[in-house]
């Protein structure tokens, strides 16, 4: 069975460029999340999509980040435009919820490196 | 709301000694618990999660960890190191209880290195 995709694995640009990261879960999965990992921390929810609805984007920073989960499948996170402070890696993971109960296992992707100059 | 915290951002061991990584937790709802490691360049990996069935829970790798509600805690243990364990270890909360799917609330996690 395929992982989490993610790509790039890694994106060097410039202040104030946009970029755009790319994910897709596992198939089947439900619920897709985006992370952030900043150096040395553990990662922090951006936003949760069950199905193509985006349930819970409350840490999303709306002025400059936008995502978006086409049928439900692939999702796309971009930064526009991007800041210093930007520079991190983003995590995508995915999960099939089912029953009540108690949480479903995510699956992680292995990131995307952002380095913003 | 709930959160958790890894004492100790660097842990080191002897290659056949103890692994001990800890986690305490804050949580105003019976907790939902898991230890997530990360290996470089790769993204998270479930070691083991705690979902109130059995307070010693077994994981991958010969890991498990203990859930102590006396003590807030569910510290990670391996009796005994390989080197393939040197990696990130993050603690995380749910942050819901039963019901709806929850976030997980992360720690700031631990590196272990395993020295030969």
Redesign the interface.
């Known amino acids: 069975e395929a992982g989490v995709v993610q790509s790039p694995r890694y994106k060097i640009i410039e202040k104030k460029q946009p970029v755009a990261f790319w994910c897709n879960p596992i198939s089947g999965h439900n619920t897709l999340y985006w992370y952030l990992q900043n150096l040395g921390q553990g990662p922090e929810l951006l936003i949760r999509y069950e199905n193509e609805e985006a349930v819970d984007d409350s840490q999303l920073p709306k002025d400059r980040f936008s995502a978006e989960r086409l049928k439900g499948v692939d999702s796309t996170l971009k930064i526009q435009p991007a800041e210093l402070g930007d520079s991190a890696v983003y995590l995508c993971a995915s999960s099939l919820v089912g029953v009540r109960g108690a949480p479903s296992e995510q699956f992680f992707g292995p990131g995307t490196r952002l380095t913003v100059l | 709301a709930q959160s958790v915290t890894q004492l100790g951002?660097h842990v080191s061991v002897s290659e056949g000694a103890l692994v001990l990584l800890r986690c305490n937790y804050s949580s105003s709802v019976p907790p939902?618990l898991f230890w997530?490691v990360q290996y470089p360049?790769?993204?998270?990996?479930?070691l083991l999660?705690y979902?109130?069935a059995a307070t010693l829970v077994k994981g991958i790798n010969g890991f498990e960890a203990e859930f102590k509600k006396s003590e807030t805690s569910f510290h990670l243990t391996k009796p005994s190191a390989h080197m393939s364990d040197a990696a990130e270890y993050?603690c995380?909360v749910?942050d819901?209880y039963?019901?709806?799917?929850?976030?997980?609330i992360?720690?700031?996690?631990t590196k272990l290195s395993v020295k030969p």
């Open positions: 951002s939902y997530y360049n790769q993204g998270l990996q479930l999660k979902t109130s993050f995380a749910s819901t039963g019901g709806s799917q929850g976030n997980l992360f720690g700031k996690g």
